[in-house]
């Protein structure tokens, strides 16, 4: 895998991207050595030249872009960014401008934004920033050094199984073996050395499982708005990488039990309202294909009750162990299938709780007055998830004036941080009878 590391030199002295000083003082520099076989170096105030030199043309699989808003002259708080592009500080105007070169040069990269000061971690219009598909912004992961070990260590294994897995011409791969919507029947199994390109951009030689693994991590954000062809089954799918994870790799060949529920079947879901109490802050999850902000929630699993759900769907999706409080809300929704539908009638429950997380860490606030310190020690629990998968592309602890301007999925998170800051009556976790 070869790894493109710019390293944030502004406000350093004399630094060049060649030195072994400006190398040894990332705070990066430990995860990059243990996890990448080949790392080119470039600095952030020459990576216009850099990028322009011969170097440049060969394939970057991943450029991890080091940044900290505390060199740039932007504010120092979270709370004064209103969620416009426009009114963004010039610096991170530069930074929107690199990702969009790098991704115009190197179409199949894997792109990251790890910030030195825990911007990534409380400040969720930066991190829309950084993802705005509509713009052409099109990172893959926005990530703090806080979680180096906990995030990015593990994702960049991963990306490297995906980057060093590809079966390419020069390992004796026949290119007319690559299949394809056009070249995969419906009824067609795949087989054990099979190989597929990405619909979306276009990646080629992945396996099934790898494909898989490709979808859940390049493709978290990416928009699924039209009806995509399947590479595998040929067959379409209006949500094409559910149909991914659910219906191939271990899932499809019943390695991993299936996650549908037979028609009629009552639908119990847990969503939880998590406030931190050193600061305030709501925890929100960044929902995949541009959804917008969301509350952290989903559906019962199998032989699990409502409050095991919530606690387990704030883990995967947010990556914050919690401790509920109390509970909100409980609704109830039984609708009849529309006439001569072949689609099932839906019966769903909604339990939705108030909580906080199990570890109160505010060290990961862009105004500490040193990141590298905590960096180095074990990622506190309340630091939410940075690494995009098939449940998020992330979460953000995030303030309600924020909150007011970032693009939500729909306005139920202000409605309850609203219902929260009004004090309104949190009732006992017993009022919902579990067994």
């Given amino acids: ?125 930066f991190r829309w920033m950084c993802f705005d598909a509509l713009k052409k912004v099109e990172a893959n992961c926005v990530t703090d050094v806080a979680v180096k070990q906990r995030d990015l260590e593990p994702l960049l294994m991963d990306v490297a199984k995906v980057v060093d897995g590809r079966k390419t011409k020069s390992d004796g791969a026949d290119s007319s073996a690559t299949s394809t919507p056009e070249s995969t029947s419906a009824s067609q199994a795949p087989t054990a050395d099979a190989v597929y390109a990405c619909t979306w951009c276009g990646m080629d030689g992945l396996s099934e499982d790898l494909l898989q693994l490709h979808t859940e991590l390049w493709h978290a954000n990416s928009s699924q708005e039209y009806r995509m062809k399947c590479p595998i089954c040929d067959g379409p799918s209006s949500r094409y990488n559910v149909h991914i994870h659910d219906d191939h790799g271990p899932r499809g060949r019943g390695e991993i039990p299936p996650c549908d529920l037979p028609p009629n079947h009552l639908y119990p879901f847990s969503i939880v309202i998590v406030r931190r109490p050193s600061d305030g802050r709501y925890l929100l999850v960044q929902e995949f294909a541009q959804s917008g902000f969301w509350l952290p929630g989903g559906r019962c699993e199998p032989g699990e009750n409502l409050s095991k759900a919530a606690i387990r769907e704030c883990k995967e999706e947010a990556g914050v162990d919690i401790t509920l409080k109390g509970v909100l809300r409980v609704e109830f929704s039984s609708q009849r299938a529309p006439p001569n539908s072949k689609r099932p009638g839906i019966t769903r429950l909604r339990a939705i709780y108030y909580a906080e997380p199990t570890t109160d860490a505010t060290s990961d606030s862009p105004n500490s007055s040193s990141s590298s310190s905590s960096s180095s020690s074990p990622s506190p629990a309340s630091h939410p998830k940075t690494r995009p998968d098939f449940e998020s592309v992330g979460a953000v602890w995030s303030t309600m004036a924020e909150v007011k301007h970032l693009i939500l999925r729909g306005r139920e998170p202000l409605q309850w941080f609203k219902y929260i800051e009004g004090g309104k009556p949190i009732y006992p976790l017993d009022i919902i009878d579990e067994f």
Avoid: Y
Avoid at 13 to 24: F, G, P, Q
Avoid at 72 to 94: R, Y
């Fill in 1 to 125: 895998m070869r790894l493109l590391h710019i390293i944030d030199d502004r406000g350093r002295t004399n630094a060049a991207s060649s030195s072994s000083s400006t190398t040894d003082s990332s705070p990066l520099a430990d995860v990059l050595q243990r996890t990448s076989q080949s790392v080119i170096r470039a600095s952030l105030s020459g990576i216009v030249a850099w990028l322009e030199s011969s170097q440049a043309k060969e394939p970057i699989d991943v450029a991890l872009i080091e940044w900290d808003s505390r060199q740039t002259g932007a504010s120092d708080s979270a709370d004064s960014h209103s969620g416009d592009a426009a009114g963004a500080p010039s610096a991170d105007s530069a930074l929107t401008q690199l990702l969009i070169h790098l991704r115009s040069r190197h179409r199949h990269s894997f792109l990251i934004v790890c910030t030195l000061d825990g911007r990534a971690l409380i400040d969720a219009s």
